[in-house]
């Protein structure tokens, strides 16, 4: 069959070479092409493996066959959520970039496809040598987005940003390393490595527990390593934090589940991973509701959610990796909806201090509707993918754990209360109606629509890729 899974990968690194042959005022156009043409893909592949299963598209050519290092991609049950949720939301980001990104144009397009890239050859990676090369693809792509297109302490918050990143990086090699040496079959094939698990050395399985654990942590992220991303998400552009909060995240989510997959004794460690994970969400609720400036606040629901994920993964269980694998899709779109409504905010209102928000209702009312949809679709309402994430979430926890499984529920309870205080206090309140305001673009209307339309056909027919995705 064709390789199509390789061309998902391979399409967003061809996109640089138009771009850099085309003018500055095309490259957002060409990015938007390739992206269209990558959702194009996505819908292809969701059909064909309908039609002929998951194993149809798998794809590998040798490499270094020495040492078990082929080029391979495939799509699998923890993957095919993941990869439909990372073209929509670029895809998403790219109708909007012309709106947010106003210099340099070709730079951050090429950069911006990088990013793309990087994202989906981690996730349709089949081995362990092209997911680490991937990572860093997409790590370096998002600190120059940060770095180059920024707000005032973008530097300060980049560097930040790629130091956590190269720690989690060295880390995550040495694990890999680890896993390779010691394996039965020594590769990097992420299947055999799967399979072969229980050939590991008991002596050295902490040792790769603990470098993961860490790595993944980071990425996620998870209490206490998740002092970088107030920072980046602050000072990031509006679609740089739409990519970093709805995809690159997920890295961290994603290397979790096959953590727990690839090292037995970690389902021993399982109930104190579990308390780590649920500490760090209801910590992230708490610190949320101290925040002061929106994308900062949006920032610190990123932890929580993330957090709440992390303990469907360690739950070990049918319906919390469910969950979880859901739980990111629908954080997804909802994270991406809220930091591109925010971005929109502090352009047209100059500020995203919710002290001096006042009275949008009364000029942009899409907005705070759309806004509202985001709060509402981030914390779980039914019929939400939100709340199919959530509610399989807690049945894995609570079948794993009992009744304290469902004690990360207060942080959503939490969160969605203070955002509730948000816009009541900062979208409804009263302020001059004679003040005028900048248009705001049909893209930045089309974007969301699009985002919010996904996460609710999500929720209402979760069948549809919950079935296909066998789990």
Request: positive net charge.
């Amino acid at each position: 069959m064709f390789p199509l899974l390789m061309l998902m990968v391979l399409l967003p690194f061809f996109a640089v070479i138009p771009i850099l042959l085309l003018g500055e005022r095309d490259a957002h156009k060409v990015s938007l092409v390739f992206s269209t043409i990558l959702l194009a893909f996505a819908f292809m592949v969701l059909y064909l493996i309908s039609k002929h299963g998951l194993a149809s598209l798998t794809y590998a050519h040798e490499y270094l066959p020495n040492i078990g290092i082929s080029l391979g991609f495939q799509i699998t049950n923890l993957t095919l959520i993941l990869v439909l949720m990372t073209v929509v939301v670029f895809f998403a980001a790219s109708m909007v970039n012309s709106y947010f990104i106003t210099k340099d144009r070709k730079l951050y397009s090429v950069i911006f496809m990088l990013s793309q890239g990087g994202a989906l050859g981690l996730f349709l990676s089949s081995n362990l040598f092209l997911f680490y090369i991937f990572w860093e693809i997409a790590e370096f792509a998002m600190f120059f987005i940060i770095y180059s297109y920024g707000g005032y302490d973008r530097r300060y918050a980049a560097i930040k940003f790629i130091i956590y990143s190269i720690i989690a990086s060295l880390l995550l090699l040495i694990a890999i390393i680890m896993l390779f040496y010691y394996s039965p079959t020594q590769t990097f094939d992420i299947n055999s490595l799967i399979q072969y698990s229980n050939g590991l050395p008991l002596s050295v399985q902490p040792i790769i527990l603990v470098l993961l654990l860490a790595a993944f942590m980071i990425k996620a992220p998870i209490f206490p390593f998740h002092n970088w991303l107030p920072d980046a998400h602050t000072e990031a552009p509006t679609t740089g934090s739409m990519i970093l909060a709805g995809v690159l995240l997920k890295f961290g989510g994603y290397g979790l589940l096959l953590m727990f997959l690839m090292l037995p004794m970690a389902v021993h460690y399982s109930p104190y991973i579990a308390a780590i994970f649920a500490f760090s969400a209801i910590y992230g609720a708490f610190v949320a509701m101290r925040q002061t400036h929106l994308k900062r606040m949006i920032a610190y629901t990123s932890i929580v959610d993330m957090g709440i994920i992390a303990v469907g993964i360690a739950a070990i269980n049918s319906f919390g990796t469910a969950g979880a694998l859901y739980g990111m899709l629908a954080h997804g779109f909802a994270i991406s909806l809220l930091f591109l409504l925010a971005g929109v905010i502090d352009k047209v209102y100059g500020t995203l201090m919710i002290d001096k928000l006042k009275g949008i209702i009364a000029t942009n009312p899409a907005v705070v509707y759309l806004f509202l949809f985001g709060v509402l679709a981030a914390i779980g309402l039914p019929l939400t993918s939100g709340f199919i994430g959530d509610l399989l979430i807690f049945i894995g926890a609570f079948k794993t754990y009992g009744i304290i499984g469902l004690l990360p529920i207060a942080a959503i309870l939490l969160v969605g209360a203070y955002f509730f205080w948000v816009v009541e206090k900062s979208f409804f309140s009263i302020k001059n109606k004679s003040e005028t305001y900048a248009l705001i673009s049909r893209s930045i209307f089309a974007s969301s629509g699009f985002l919010a339309l996904f996460a609710i056909l999500l929720g209402i027919i979760p069948s549809v890729l919950l079935s296909l995705s066998t789990l």
